[in-house]
């Protein structure tokens, strides 16, 4: 998807492409939605079809695509993805910094396929409807870290200590020695607190 159209890639189709593989997707599927309750067997359907009449593949019939993921993802056994060792998964957070990195290029992404070419593409669709449920759930926990800042860490009273002592002991003899780096006029102000110097 990251190209218009076929045309507009600068390097010249793969030769599976052509002799193979259908190249272009052909599903789109949603991990979220392929572990819910209501929405999960659809999602899997769209991986079966997607599967279905290749070579040497062997694909389960329509009717039984519910049963299978009643028991893969309702009534499987341990070891899985909600039974590993450490802390749960509530316990990971994004920054502020970071969810509003992730809601930019998403809107981006959105906006990319939600135009032009792709407004009539029914698999870009579904593209953009996960880009949809991805931006509410973003939009929620952005919009919660934004209302309950993190606490500001208290002042560590030896990091200048810290500092000045990572420095001095970088570089090999006198390297830094203060009268050479004095002269080094674009560097100078950038390093001259780690002499108690004033910068001039």
Request: overall charge negative.
């Amino acid at each position: 998807f990251f190209f218009n159209t076929e045309d507009t890639k600068p390097w010249p189709k793969n030769s599976h492409c052509i002799t193979d593989i259908n190249c272009f997707p052909t599903a789109v599927v949603s991990y979220e939605k392929l572990r819910k309750h209501g929405e999960g067997p659809n999602e899997l359907r769209k991986l079966a079809e997607a599967l279905r009449g290749k070579k040497d593949m062997t694909v389960i019939s329509d009717e039984a695509i519910d049963c299978v993921w009643f028991e893969t993802f309702i009534h499987a056994t341990a070891p899985n993805n909600d039974d590993r060792a450490g802390l749960p998964r509530e316990s990971y957070h994004f920054t502020l910094h970071q969810l509003q990195t992730i809601a930019n290029k998403l809107q981006e992404m959105k906006d990319k396929y939600s135009t032009g070419n792709w407004a009539t593409n029914e698999i870009a669709q579904d593209l953009v409807a996960a880009f949809d449920d991805y931006i509410g759930e973003i939009g929620d926990e952005l919009d919660y870290v934004q209302a309950n800042p993190p606490p500001t860490p208290a002042p560590n009273v030896d990091y200048y200590d810290e500092l000045v002592s990572w420095y001095e002991s970088v570089g090999r003899g006198n390297r830094y020695e203060i009268d050479k780096v004095r002269q080094m006029r674009g560097y100078w102000p950038l390093v001259a607190h780690l002499y108690n110097e004033t910068a001039q």
